[in-house]
Antibody, heavy 117, light 108 residues
């Protein structure tokens, strides 16, 4: 059974770059799509983007100018970079597996990233 | 993008009662691509319903989904204590994937 675990700094300064990694266990990262979703405290869910194991990506237009999602098949990991962060980027960030035109899952447990000086 | 509007924002009910949650889309969503998730505090969302009306693996039959076009409904036939949570609809047929704002089902 595939399991996902997010990792990365819990605190990022404004204007800097948020970087998170998702490690996939219990299955191969190959032949799948992988996605990032975020949830500001007390608010709803926002899809950030997804990546295919080949490196092909699709981003939410609202974040596209600041987002980079990459994949490292040798480590069974994929990563998120979000540049020029502000307090509005404070959220729990989830990684998950997704199949095209399918619901999202399984999900990682999520990691809270706070943007503050 | 497709905007999903959920109502009501909060539903106050007692265990054993029936819950009816609505999800309305700003444009038509193929019913094949509409899902419902449950989220409890401190946890990731859990898929309940996919394809508008199909229960995900392990989901009790008190949960049911229906609808088409722009109007979708999640019904919990008899609320159990563990059902008090926030529920989100999601469309995954058109990029960008979007979620509704959520309905909180709370204990009355």
């Amino acid at each position: 059974q595939v399991q996902l675990q997010e990792s990365g700094p819990g605190l990022v300064k404004p204007s800097e770059t948020l970087s998170l990694t998702c490690t996939v266990s219990g299955g191969s990262i190959s032949n799948n799509y992988w996605t990032w979703i975020r949830q500001p405290p007390g608010k709803g869910l926002e899809w950030i983007g997804y990546i295919y194991y080949t490196g092909s990506t699709n981003y939410n237009p609202s974040l596209k100018s600041r987002v980079t999602i990459s994949v490292d098949t040798s480590k069974n990991q994929f990563s998120l970079k979000l540049s020029s962060v502000t307090a509005a980027d404070t959220a729990v960030y989830y990684c998950a597996r997704v199949r095209l035109m399918s619901p999202i899952g399984p999900w990682g447990q999520g990691t809270l990233v706070t943007v503050s000086s | 993008e497709i905007v999903l509007t959920q109502s009501p924002g909060t539903l106050s009910l007692s265990p054993g009662e029936r819950a009816t949650l609505s999800c309305r889309a700003s444009q038509s969503v193929s019913s094949s691509y509409l899902g419902w998730y449950q989220q409890k505090p401190g946890q990731a969302p859990r898929l309940l319903i996919y394809g508008a009306s199909n229960r995900a693996t392990g989901i009790p039959d008190r949960f049911s989904g229906s609808g088409s076009g722009t109007d979708f409904t999640l019904i919990i036939s008899r609320l159990e204590p563990e059902d008090f949570a926030v529920y989100y609809c999601q469309q995954y047929g058109k990029s960008p994937v979007t979620f509704g704002g959520g309905t909180k089902v709370e204990i009355k």
